[in-house]
């Protein structure tokens, strides 16, 4: 076949292969083709995003790595301590299959933090799916989905005994024929032990560690049959499958060998791209060249032709570059660890990437070629025709004359969308490592991590994303999704340090899906400049598209904080009564635009979301931080999806809560929009009545509205709007919100 | 009527149950064996029916339920009694 | 007391028991199963995790390794030995205590607090409790269905080697109280000498008040030797 | 030369997953299925050594670390040729 042809085979264009050409100044033969494919696939390269990327803050004084630097951003948790974490997503491979696709999407953000040096501590996960309820076959089929990404997570997870303390599970028909699986991870480190992914040194040899080569993921768009083995043909397997065990056994070898002072000169997980990732990218870093000699590659099955060693995906694997002289030391901790650590070439100044079958030269391409000079596509935006029409929306239309607000509350709590999602984290181990001080169920978990000199420092982290409301306004969703992760911070005493972020949209190429990515984007990065959030890393992930059309636009945030000294963190839920309860913040629903309650309860999506006010935002963050740092406060909750009744509501769930008596405001709207709107800024907290004139004066000053709403006691909630009463008994809410997710996806 | 389902992962998949065996086993003393690969063997009791009815019914089951066909191959045998 | 705490490959729950031995004032050093040497007057701790992914079946393949010979030759003389979680399926499968522990019967893995039963204080782990007292300490495992021989079961009971049962908020031992359908409930068992313990919840992770509470110290206390009075 | 293990569960444990599958069996339309257990199928690929010994060496694996007595079978076949 002609390069040409066989480049297109593999999803180069036309216009790509000439760049190489010209770039090499000769025809690039097929395994430096294959290199090539994967290095410019958007996934590698974000040819197609990287001007959005650049829109984001990145900087900032607790920035110790930035984004798009290393594997991972790193900041400064202060004291020496330095945190590492990032987000990924394996959405593709989950959708084919679940409990591997998942899987190996924990150990491979589990790669990419230990891999900065860091100890892996804590994970989270972001799912969505369609809806499990959904009759016939696409529901039998969603909940099959759930259990095998559930399962898969776990299975990964547990094994390798790093916690899985928090993250989100979502519902919407827009994920039924591509479901979202984003996972964090968050690891922690002395400053001075940040390890680079750079070669350098001349002669310094490069290890390969971990496990065999085998033809893992190699398939989907980035390969060619005709390249192929005959033997490889009968049997090409897409499906990676990940080994917990020998991935636990990788990153205590790895944190070992760090241990040791100046053996490691740099390293590099082999995740997406594998070997070819791997060693042009530490190249380019380095400025260096590398030369490898693939029969020194350890293999697991025999026949493997030189494009497929290079493109391989297998997992837990891991490129080490040591310093010359030091190889017994790296041979000897993974020897004893029970894993292979082969030496497969050495650095060299030649700035290539030369790798040899047999001492034949096979490819032999400039590193930077590969990893830095991907084209950059500026892809056209077009706002979608119908959007205007989507975000009109007639209440009269949509609401019974005569409110409802009884059924409404009981429909919510019985929907799967808003049912406690203990059925998933419970099959997380969510406490090893004794550092999960606020467990899964709270707005923001929190764990104590040691500082280098001994004591301990609390780290809070939270996972929020919102298809609905970006898909209403992506703009404006993306800037709710970030306030609304730092709320959940505030709400435990914490000041965000960094975000992650995982980009989540449809095919670029679709002016109107690749105008979503950039408004999500701008959004985002205005959010992050109003919070002083620096965006330290994260990932894109495109063509999130089934025959039924597009997902909606989902930008995933994952951001980490540290809780304030003084703070001393209270429970998303009531105390057994007699405590005041205030809301902080405006007293503005925001109106039921892009609500949960339109879609649960009337099932429409429509309007959007009200326009977050940054600036009160952040004030009622700094006054929530200060009003945890006083003694008598007993409760806090964010307001978020379902309103405000169902933040009241979720506050009665807890063991021995009490239910209460409230009265919310309301102005000239319904009070279904008083109730449910899901509008920005709004933190509810139960404290001692002794303590309210500290917080009513610490709320003043912060310049943010305190509104009275009642008392906790009892064993119903009742709330008055606007001079109507209604009661609940928390045993009926509670039901159903313990049970409707168990019951949804069966045993 | 039993039928004995054998599900066995492909030859290219990775099997790291099978590879933490491997080195058990060499472990206690067997270094001949080269590779060890771990399926289900799944059993089936059945009372009645149509035999060639059955035997479509079951290939189906063993195909959609018990195996996944995108990591796994199945061997279906039918044994009369139990 | 001085405890060695036994790392298998996958072990994760080793550094997790130092810090709690260490909290009660023991003392504690990590051993690596390829060792074999076991001082004659230290405890043993298998501690939970995943030792060899718990591929083929939990604690199959760990039981094989050079430390667990000596674990065995130190439980015969009597030593402490301790085994929590992955650690008392290993006990199981070296033969070290009865049963075996098997697949949760709701098929998932659960980790949540537990409500324990102390069976009985006549043993060094309860000494520092009260017959039927309630403890909280938490569970996660998937595979912790404990089963034998309906002789051995009889015998357990008879012999007062059942330490812990699972049971409600209330101490009321039934089956929705019972969260892997362990026979008789059983969430702990001593062998017959008395020397060694096997449970399934994690008392190391209840021996501090913001991990979750305090219930799980008795149990790690008594294996010290220390019982009641501390 | 391949040795093939299969394990099963002895017939008085309970086989929750057994359980499962029948259920999802049932639901699949198959009503004339009574029971249905869960065993594992493990194939050892084996070069070179004396049969006898080999034997003798396999049962013991299957026995002790392959199998566990408190619940399980277990049935040894060698075949010749892999
Ligand atoms: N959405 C994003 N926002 C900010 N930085 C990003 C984003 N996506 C990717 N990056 C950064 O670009 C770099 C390369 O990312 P990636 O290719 O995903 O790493 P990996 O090779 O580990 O998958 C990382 O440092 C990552 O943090
Ligand atoms: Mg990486």
Same mark, same amino acid.
């Given at each position: ?265 740099? $390293? ?370 964010? $307001? ?44 509810? $907290? ?62 | ?82 | ?230």
């Amino acid at each position: 076949m002609k390069a040409k042809e066989f480049a297109l085979k593999l999803g180069l264009t036309e216009e790509e292969f000439d760049r190489i050409q010209n770039g090499l100044g000769r025809e690039p033969n097929e395994t430096e083709l294959g290199m090539f494919s994967v290095m410019w696939s958007e996934h590698c390269s974000y040819k197609n995003t990287r001007k959005e990327l650049r829109k984001f803050p990145t900087t900032g004084p607790a920035v110790l790595v930035k984004a798009g630097e290393e594997n991972a951003g790193v900041v400064d948790a202060g004291d020496g301590l330095a945190l590492a974490f990032k987000i990924e997503s394996h959405n593709h491979p989950s959708a084919v299959e679940p409990f591997q696709g998942a899987a190996t999407g924990v150990g491979g953000i589990l790669r990419d933090i230990f891999t900065m040096g860091a100890r892996p501590v804590a994970f989270m996960d972001s799912l969505r799916f369609g809806r499990p309820d959904a009759p016939g076959e696409a529901g039998k089929r969603t909940r099959s989905l759930i259990h095998g990404v559930v399962a898969g997570i776990s299975h990964y997870g547990n094994c390798v005994g790093v916690p899985t303390v928090g993250g989100e599970l979502v519902f919407d028909p827009a994920y039924e024929g591509n479901p979202l699986v984003n996972v964090f991870c968050l690891g922690t480190l002395r400053h001075d032990q940040i390890r680079r992914g750079a070669a350098k040194g001349v002669g310094n040899p490069v290890f390969y560690v971990g496990a065999k080569t085998g033809r893992d993921g190699l398939a989907g768009a980035a390969f060619a049959s005709r390249d192929l083995t005959e033997e490889s043909k009968a049997d090409r397997p897409a499906v990676q499958v990940g080994d917990p065990f020998v991935g636990k056994l990788l990153f205590e070898a790895c944190l070992e060998l760090y241990a040791r002072p100046d053996l490691v000169v740099g $390293v590099q997980d082999m995740g997406a791209a594998g070997l070819t990732c791997s060693t042009c990218e530490t190249a380019s870093r380095g400025g260096s060249g590398i030369e490898i000699e693939l029969r020194k590659v350890p293999q697991r099955e025999t026949g493997m032709t030189p494009f497929e060693t290079l493109l391989s995906e297998s997992q837990e694997r891991m490129l080490i570059i040591v310093r010359k002289g030091r190889e017994r030391e790296l041979k000897e901790i993974f020897a004893r660890w029970g894993l292979d650590a082969a030496e497969i070439g050495t650095v060299t100044d030649t700035g290539r990437v030369v790798v040899m079958e047999g001492g034949k030269v096979v490819a032999d391409l400039p590193a930077r070629m590969l990893a830095d000079d991907a084209p950059v596509y500026e892809r056209a935006a077009m706002t979608p025709a119908k959007l205007a029409e989507k975000q009109k929306y007639d209440l009269g239309k949509i609401l019974p004359a005569q409110p409802r607000v009884k059924e409404d509350l009981l429909k919510l709590a019985r929907s799967p969308a808003t049912g406690s999602r203990r059925w998933v984290w419970n099959q997380y181990d969510h406490m090893v490592g004794l550092r999960t001080v606020v467990r899964p169920g709270s707005d923001a978990a929190v764990l104590r991590v040691e500082k280098p000199g001994g004591g301990w420092v609390r780290v809070a982290m939270t996972l929020d994303g919102n298809g609905r409301w970006c898909a209403q306004d992506p703009r404006e969703g993306s800037k709710a999704l970030v306030a609304e992760a730092c709320r959940n911070l505030a709400c435990a005493g914490a000041v965000p340090l960094g975000l992650t972020d995982n980009l989540n949209y449809g095919n670029p190429h679709d002016p109107e899906l690749f105008w979503q990515l950039r408004e999500g984007v701008e959004g985002m990065a205005e959010a992050c400049r109003a919070f002083d959030l620096p965006v330290t890393g994260g990932n894109v992930s495109l063509y999130n598209q089934s025959p039924s059309g597009p997902i909606h636009p989902t930008p995933v945030v994952g951001v980490v904080g540290k809780v304030d000294e003084g703070v001393k963190l209270a429970p998303a839920v009531f105390s057994t009564g007699g405590g005041e309860v205030v809301l902080l913040g405006t007293t503005a629903s925001g109106g039921l635009g892009a609500s949960l309650y339109l879609q649960e309860v009337h099932g429409v999506i429509a309007g959007k979301l009200a326009a977050v006010d940054l600036v009160s935002e952040k004030k009622l963050h700094a006054v929530t931080r200060m009003v945890l740092a006083q003694p008598g406060v007993r409760a806090v909750h964010d $307001v978020g999806e379902g309103g405000i009744l169902w933040a009241l509501a979720e506050m009665t769930f807890g063991e021995g809560s009490a239910g209460g008596e409230f009265r919310v405001p309301c102005g000239k709207e319904r009070p279904e929009e008083a109730l449910f709107g899901e509008g920005a800024g709004r933190i509810l $907290v139960e404290l001692d009545e002794t303590s309210m004139p500290t917080v009513e004066n610490l709320a003043k000053e912060g310049g943010v509205e305190l509104t009275h709403l009642g008392r906790t006691g009892g064993k119903d909630l009742q709330v008055t709007v606007h001079g109507a009463e209604m009661i609940w008994p928390v045993a009926e809410l509670r039901d159903g919100f313990e049970k409707s997710l168990p019951k949804a996806l069966g045993p | 009527m039993k039928a004995v389902v054998t599900v066995t992962l492909k030859p290219s998949i990775l099997d790291p149950q099978g590879e933490a065996v491997l080195h058990a086993v060499k472990g206690m003393g067997l270094q001949e064996v080269k590779s060890v690969r771990i399926g289900k063997h799944i059993e089936l009791e059945i009372e009645g029916g149509d035999e060639k009815k059955l035997k479509a019914k079951l290939e189906e089951i063993s195909r959609e339920l018990l195996s996944n066909p995108v990591m796994e191959n199945f061997h279906l045998d039918l044994r009369a009694g139990g | 007391m001085r405890f060695a705490v036994v790392q298998f490959p996958g072990s994760n729950c080793d550094q997790d028991c130092v810090h709690a031995l260490r909290g009660l004032g023991q003392e504690a050093r990590l051993v690596w199963h390829h060792e074999t040497r076991l001082d004659p007057d230290e405890g043993v701790i298998l501690p939970g995790g995943f030792s060899y992914g718990d591929y083929l079946r939990c604690g199959a393949i760990a039981r094989f390794s050079p430390m667990m010979q000596s674990v065995k030759a130190a439980a015969e003389r009597g030593q402490v030995v301790v085994g929590i979680c992955n650690g008392f399926q290993i006990l199981c499968e070296a033969g070290l205590l009865p049963g075996a522990l098997t697949r949760n019967e709701g098929l998932h893995f659960r980790c949540e607090p537990s409500h324990l039963r102390v069976e009985s204080p006549a043993s060094r782990f309860t000494s520092g409790y009260g017959t039927g007292q309630m403890l909280r300490i938490p569970i996660a495992h998937g595979e912790g269905c404990y089963r034998a021989e309906p002789k051995v079961l009889e015998e357990l009971e008879a012999r007062q080697q059942i330490l812990f049962r699972y049971c409600d908020a209330e101490g009321r031992v039934t089956a929705e109280a019972n969260p892997n359908g362990s026979s008789h409930s059983i969430a702990g068992i001593r062998n017959q000498a008395g020397n060694v313990l096997g449970m399934m919840p994690h008392p190391e992770r209840a021996c501090e008040p913001e991990m979750g509470g305090l219930d799980g110290k008795g149990i790690l206390l008594g294996a010290a030797g220390i019982g009641r009075s501390a």
